[in-house]
């Protein structure tokens, strides 16, 4: 395929804009955008759009995020498309998703799609296991720390409504898929008893995942 027609442009749109809202809320915190961009990635590969996890940097010398270590998704079947579910932050945190070709402060790394998954991966487990961080791109990535609280129940949103998506036809079996829910359950069997991070919006939907979780 050469090019998505502007209804399934409008679809992706809208799936992304509810997922992240329903994640996020109305919001875009800065460095959280590979928390979002990994659920949302199984999200759109479930109902057939395949991508990429792509990164790089926001390179704009007149903004004060100049330089900011970046993550967003790339539609495979049309290269020129890529999906920002967080591009709020440089926009004074104001909610926007966005679907269309790259923005030209976007500048990407040149990293194969391994080393970049895997070195992000570690730092997503380690800031919600409260592991040391010790790989020097990844304590950039983690300068600015966001609430441990809003960290668990963001991600945790994210993991509900992916899981729940999955209890209906179900095609990946992924590595990366299993990497993420054996990371959540770990952060569910870790913190499940702290009743304060019980924000989650889907709380039916949560239980499901929390059982699995606990009883397996």
């Known amino acids: 395929m050469n090019q998505y027609t502007k209804e399934q442009l409008a679809e992706i749109y809208k799936l ?32 057939g759009y395949q ?4 990164a790089g940097r926001y390179q704009n010398e007149s903004h004060p995020k100049n330089g900011t270590p970046h993550f967003w998704l790339q539609l495979n079947d049309y290269l020129k498309i890529i999906v920002d579910p967080t591009i709020g932050q440089f926009e004074n945190n104001q909610f926007r998703v ?28 380690r800031k919600l296991l409260g592991i040391e961080i010790v790989n020097p791109f990844a304590e950039e990535l983690a300068k600015n720390e966001i609430d441990l609280v809003m960290l668990l129940n963001i991600n945790l949103n994210a993991a509900t ?13 992924s590595d990366i898929y299993e990497k993420y829910f054996d990371c959540i359950f770990q952060v569910i069997r870790r913190y499940y008893l702290k009743e304060e991070w019980y924000l989650i919006k889907y709380k039916e939907e949560f239980d499901d995942l929390l059982a699995k979780a606990i009883f397996g």
């Open 51 to 54: 991508n990429t996890i792509a």
């Open 16 to 47: 992304v804009t509810d997922f992240t809202k329903n994640t996020l809320g109305d919001f875009a915190p800065s460095h959280m955008c590979f928390t979002i961009c990994y659920p949302l990635s199984l999200y759109l590969e479930n109902l």
């Open 161 to 173: 409504i992916l899981n729940s998506q999955s209890q209906g036809e179900n095609n990946l079996h």
């Open 98 to 125: 966005h679907v269309g070709e790259k923005p030209e402060e976007f500048k990407q790394l040149s990293q194969q799609f391994e080393e970049l998954f895997y070195n992000s991966y570690d730092l997503w487990r």
